[in-house]
């Protein structure tokens, strides 16, 4: 027996040659390492962390310090972006707003996310009337714009930053729901379910402990692209004047309020501008990444 099982391993067409060919396993981070694209996005995406975390340390003025001789003065060793129509300097700002941008995405993001994942598993799980109404008031809730919806729970919530982030939310739930709900009825049915339902496992422990770890693919990459939706909407309410009042430094504000000098000193709207789309533009593609990462299908495109 032992001669035979060592011809069989030593046999050209043997288990040894196949042991041999067995796949290397493919994690997240080496899937993203190999797409370039997805790379720029992940290092994008840290360092809007990272100055979010530290970066009011490093600002070499406050975010409302005022220079009124050195008003709409261009980039310089003094001002390394220049300064707005108020003298204030626009790096030491946009170092600040880095961090209202990411808190207010944070959570947003994690608040939507919340409500997103109870309605879906919910409405997924339950199916019927349950399943109706809840898609049914979802469905209202895309029937508004995202902007407009916004601006309208703003305006019966009041005009402040924490409102700004509720109404944001509120706006992306239903994508979360819609995102979770389609990934449960699609794991209901299956076996390790219905084995955990005729052992008369409780509800909320078949949800938590079999259907929930089995969709949270599809869940971040969906909170991925949703965190730069939600610092997108968040800029473009500031620019309209909603959530982070004057002066505190908002980029989208930031952008506002040099809208009118943008002969006289266009780089007081280029650098909050292009912050805002290169920290737009770490998240998508950082979303995309993780998509063919963590979906089978797509593994070695």
């Known amino acids: 027996m032992a001669a035979a099982a060592s011809n069989v391993h030593d046999a050209p067409g043997g288990l040894a040659p196949l042991a041999a060919r067995r796949p290397r396993t493919v994690t997240v981070w080496s899937s993203i390492r190999g797409q370039p694209l997805a790379l720029v996005g992940a290092l994008l995406v840290a360092l809007f962390a990272l100055v979010a975390l530290v970066g009011p340390s490093l600002a070499p003025h406050g975010p409302t310090e005022q220079f009124i001789a050195d008003r709409l003065r261009p980039p310089s060793a003094a001002y390394l972006l220049g300064t707005d129509e108020f003298g204030r ?25 919340g409500l997103g994942i109870l309605l879906g598993l919910v409405a997924g799980y339950a199916g019927g009337w349950v399943d109706n109404v809840l898609t ?16 309208a729970i703003i ?19 239903p ?20 084995a955990a339902v005729a052992l008369g496992a409780p509800t909320p422990r078949i949800l938590g402990r079999h259907v929930l770890p089995n969709i949270t693919a599809p869940l971040i990459v969906h909170a991925s692209l949703n965190f730069a939706f939600a610092v ?50 770490g998240f998508n593609l950082l979303g995309d990444g993780l998509r063919d990462a963590l979906d089978p299908r797509l593994r070695g495109r």
Do not use: C
């Not at 300097?89 to 996310?113: H, N, P």
């Not at 305006?155 to 739930?173: D, E, K, Q």
């Open 89 to 113: 300097d626009i790096y030491s700002r946009l170092l600040y707003g880095a961090r209202v941008s990411f808190q207010v995405g944070a959570i947003a993001v994690g608040i939507a996310g």
């Open 175 to 194: 994508t979360f729901m819609r995102v979770v709900r389609g990934a449960t009825l699609s794991v209901r049915h299956t076996a390790f379910v219905e």
């Open 232 to 281: 997108l909407a968040e800029a473009s309410l500031a620019f309209l004047g909603l959530g982070n009042k004057p002066p505190a430094p908002s980029w989208g504000s930031m952008v506002s309020a040099s809208y009118g000098f943008l002969q006289l000193a266009p780089w007081a709207a280029i650098v909050p501008g292009v912050a805002i789309a290169l920290a737009v533009l």
């Open 155 to 173: 305006s019966l919530l009041g005009n402040t930053l924490t409102n700004a982030m509720v109404a944001i939310a509120i706006v992306y739930t």
């Open 136 to 151: 049914l008031l979802m469905d209202v809730l895309f029937a508004f714009p995202a902007i407009l919806l916004a601006i």
